[in-house]
């Protein structure tokens, strides 16, 4: 977590990674045989990754690991709350700011053998005023569609449930060949076996010819994030984004028309660069209007090298604060009325590898609209990445998920 704060960015299951952190064990002397093994394992499969080494066996033997071949850095648990900062300064990690990771999907999907992540595009062609992206990431460029449908095969073939297609700019995706996301999501529902395709987060003006015409295909999960930002047509406007609230609103329309159960989630950033209080009112009745199933809030802050940082009327803290406590409550109450839609109803969850915090011991999961459903039943009940019809029956007391039962035996 403390990495993605930093708008670091997981890498995909198929893709290399800049840096690899390895927390080893060292409990038995098998554990320690293992953690040496994994982490010479890991330095030839990544051979030009920065490799962090922390846990138990960084502590005991520091000077010994930090000798192996493609240890770059070794951080004993005395100092592993520091991991990231220190990481950070003794590699000269480039830190990008959160905000570099708007357009990305990671942090809103969990990921495990269930769901792998495939990158199919990286950089952005636009130039929020807020967003470190087209600086930190450059243009954009495709991977081409063989390619990507060639990798689903594989993890599909590997016992992967769900492909979580993302980008940073993933309405942009265009490949050599021309073909946009559109003919990239049909060729994976023609060409490939996964049981589940998903998109990861999308800006709203980008949505391909035909769009909501792919969901007809059950296999494309009924949910999108499309990041809005604002409610309030002049701060859009500010932020040079591309998208005005009614046809926003248009858009929500024709999307909750076209899909049965549809769930529209969003980012909206708090306190942009001189918002008044009108301003914010509106975007509280745009994003209520919206009737949004999650709500992601920003809290703005400036970020160097982007132009909205040097804009007039910086928001003070206490006014963001406020703001966002009150959109929080507002995301609340919204996100309660999406789950109550729920109650009731018949659902195939696809079971995550880990509960969601605080609940352990429960199977846990997602609705193909991606509400959280903790279920009655023990965990042995069904693997990791099975997808087992669910009746909701209620929401869990504290309203941070939907509750239901196994009504048929997982498969
Ligand atoms: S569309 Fe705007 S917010 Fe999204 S990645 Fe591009 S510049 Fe950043």
Same mark, same amino acid.
């Given at each position: 977590m403390g990495f993605r704060a930093r708008g670091f960015v997981l890498a995909g299951d198929d893709e290399p990674a800049d840096l690899i952190v390895v927390n080893t064990c060292a409990v038995t002397a098998e554990a320690t045989r293992k953690s040496r093994q994994w982490l010479r394992r890991v330095h030839r499969a990544n051979p030009l990754a920065r490799l962090v080494v922390s846990g138990c066996l960084a502590s005991l033997e520091a000077a010994d690991l930090a000798r192996e071949s493609g240890v770059d850095l070794v951080v004993e648990n005395r100092d592993k709350d520091r991991l990231v900062e220190i990481a950070a300064a003794a590699l000269e990690l480039p830190i990008m700011p959160e905000l570099?990771?708007?357009?990305?999907?990671?942090?809103?999907?969990?990921?495990?053998?269930?769901?792998?992540?495939?990158?199919v595009q990286d950089g952005c062609r636009h130039a929020c005023t807020f967003c470190v992206t087209t600086l930190a990431r450059g243009s954009e460029r495709s991977r081409p569609l063989?390619?990507?449908?060639?990798?689903?095969?594989r993890l599909a073939a590997s016992g992967v449930r769900e492909a979580l297609l993302t980008g940073v700019h993933l309405g942009g995706y265009s490949d050599a060949t021309g073909a946009d996301l559109g003919a990239l999501v049909r060729a994976v529902l023609r060409e490939t076996d996964i049981p589940r395709v998903r998109l990861g987060s999308l800006e709203p003006w980008d949505l391909p010819p035909g769009f909501w015409g792919l969901f007809a295909d059950p296999r494309l999960m009924p949910h999108l994030h499309l990041p809005m930002q604002s409610g309030s047509d002049a701060v859009l406007r500010r932020m040079a984004r591309r998208c005005k609230s009614a046809e926003f609103a248009r858009l929500a329309e024709q999307g909750r028309a076209a899909v049965p159960g549809l769930n529209?989630?969003?980012?909206?950033?708090?306190?942009?660069?001189?918002?008044?209080?009108?301003?914010?009112?509106?975007?509280? &009745?745009?994003?209520?209007?919206?009737? #949004? /199933?999650?709500?992601?809030?920003?809290?703005y802050s400036p970020r160097a090298g982007t132009r909205a940082a040097s804009l007039p009327g910086q928001v003070d803290a206490d006014t963001k604060r406020r703001r966002v406590l009150e959109l929080q409550a507002l995301a609340q109450r919204l996100q309660q009325q999406a789950f109550a839609a729920q109650v009731g109803r018949?659902?195939?969850?696809?079971?995550?590898?880990?509960?969601? &915090?605080?609940?352990?011991?429960?199977? #846990? /999961?997602?609705?193909?609209?991606?509400?959280?459903?903790?279920?009655?039943?023990?965990?042995?009940?069904?693997?990791?990445?099975?997808?087992?019809?669910?009746?909701?029956?209620?929401?869990?007391?504290?309203g941070a998920a939907l509750r239901g039962y196994l009504s048929e035996p997982a498969g």
């Open positions: 570099a990771i708007v357009g990305s999907a990671n942090p809103l999907f969990a990921r495990g053998r269930q769901r792998a992540f495939v990158k063989p390619e990507i449908v060639e990798a689903i095969r529209l989630t969003t980012d909206i950033i708090v306190g942009f660069p001189g918002e008044t209080a009108p301003e914010w009112q509106e975007t509280l &009745a745009f994003v209520a209007a919206m009737g #949004f /199933g999650q709500v992601h809030c920003f809290s018949q659902t195939a969850v696809l079971r995550e590898g880990q509960p969601r &915090a605080g609940q352990p011991g429960d199977l #846990f /999961g997602y609705t193909p609209n991606y509400l959280p459903v903790r279920i009655d039943a023990h965990p042995a009940a069904a693997p990791v990445g099975a997808v087992m019809e669910v009746r909701i029956r209620g929401i869990d007391p504290d």
